[in-house]
């Protein structure tokens, strides 16, 4: 998987994302084979190691961006990109600064994003590629054909990452109704769906970049992840030890943060969300508290299924309380316990005929 980006450089992939009125420029500069050096930041540590050039102080446009690349020297902008601050400048960074480009430009451009924690928009003129450099991150814009074809390569293997995580949460499903679940059958749920969590982030990434040209995409992604983040919450919170300090939230991080090669180990990953003590057997019955599959049920929000698991304590029990018993619980009234009840008897019956 591909390191996540950070706050700063996804701030600065929007501000160069398709159909952005600094793209219109960039994409202009491009198709005139010129080159441009760029500073998204006219603060005072900017001003300190420009030299030359002359002020500017005019509205930004697409059209006096590409214009003023047409000189050599650098071009400033206001960090809100509302203002051209100065142009033609020469840019005088730190000589000390490690760089690993090779061109002026680009090596300007690196020493001023490291030293300052700035964008800086290197555009080639030879190689008709467009750079950004925030801190240490640098990043090749790629066209918009490249990043819909990846993107959508991205949303096929998402789309069979998730046929997949639904067929292993069914088999959990019935598993959980017939108490016969072990946290084996728990711990591959969670790897299926960190993958598919994981895909999602990657698609998400292409789709700053894509901006305005990535609506459809999204649409699809939004489709493909309706229910997946709830669902591994809920999971964890049905099997997390109950004297772990860890809560879902933070399990859920600390997941993310694991290479495929500890997500995929079993025991480390069930040890890694405090829902195994060391030593623990992953094929040893475990009994579900139950908000995952309440979660499904119409008419029953939330704060209900807090309420009913934590009246009787597992799934078992809700499945085999009585409509009186469910409606003796505080906020359940008549209509929501028949419902309750009857929900749970039709997903204990879908998930067994789900099961064979």
């Known amino acids: 998987m591909e390191p996540k980006p950070d ?3 996804s701030q600065a992939l929007s501000q160069v994302a398709p159909g952005s009125p600094l793209r219109f420029g960039l994409d202009r500069i491009l198709s ?12 005072s540590d900017v001003l300190n190691i420009c030299s030359g050039g002359f002020l500017l102080d005019a509205a930004f446009s697409h059209q006096r961006l590409s214009e003023l690349a047409k000189m050599d020297g650098a071009i400033i902008l206001a960090a809100d990109l509302s203002r051209i601050a100065r142009a033609n400048v020469h840019l005088v960074p730190n000589p000390n600064i490690p760089t690993s480009e090779t061109g002026t430009r680009h090596r300007t451009a690196e020493r001023v994003a490291r030293s300052l924690n700035l964008p800086v928009i290197a ?7 467009i750079h950004v450099y925030v801190g240490e991150k640098n990043h090749q814009v790629l066209s918009v054909s490249r990043l819909l074809e990846r993107s959508n390569q991205a949303i096929q293997t998402l789309e069979r990452y998730r046929a997949r995580l639904d067929v292993v949460s069914r088999k959990l499903s ?19 769906t960190e993958m598919v969590v994981r895909i999602s982030t ?11 040209d990535g609506r459809l995409v999204r649409l699809q992604l939004e489709e493909l992840m309706v229910g997946v983040e709830d669902d591994r919450r809920l999971l964890i919170i049905d099997y997390l030890q109950p004297d772990t300090d860890l809560d879902a939230r933070e399990a859920m991080a600390a997941m993310a943060e694991l290479d495929d090669d500890a997500l995929f180990d ?7 969300l405090h829902l195994t003590r060391a030593g623990g057997d992953l094929d040893e019955s475990r009994e579900p508290r139950g908000f995952r599959l309440l979660s499904k049920l119409p008419r029953v929000n939330e704060i209900h299924v807090m309420r009913v698991v934590e009246q009787f304590g597992s799934l078992r029990k809700i499945i085999g309380a009585s409509v009186a018993d469910l409606e003796a619980v505080d906020g359940i009234g008549p209509a929501r316990a028949k419902a309750l009840k009857d929900g749970v008897v039709r997903l204990a019956g879908d998930s067994i005929i789900d099961q064979y």
């Open 123 to 129: 555009v080639s003129e030879s190689r008709k590629e």
């Open 32 to 43: 005139s084979s010129r080159g441009a050096l760029i500073v998204i930041g006219d603060g």
């Open 202 to 212: 990657e698609i998400e990434h292409n789709l700053i970049e894509l901006g305005s």
């Open 7 to 9: 706050l700063a450089l």
């Open 174 to 192: 019935a598993l959980e109704v017939e108490d016969l679940v072990t946290m084996r059958h728990v711990v591959e749920v969670l790897q299926r």
């Open 266 to 272: 079993d025991e480390q990953l069930a040890r890694h």
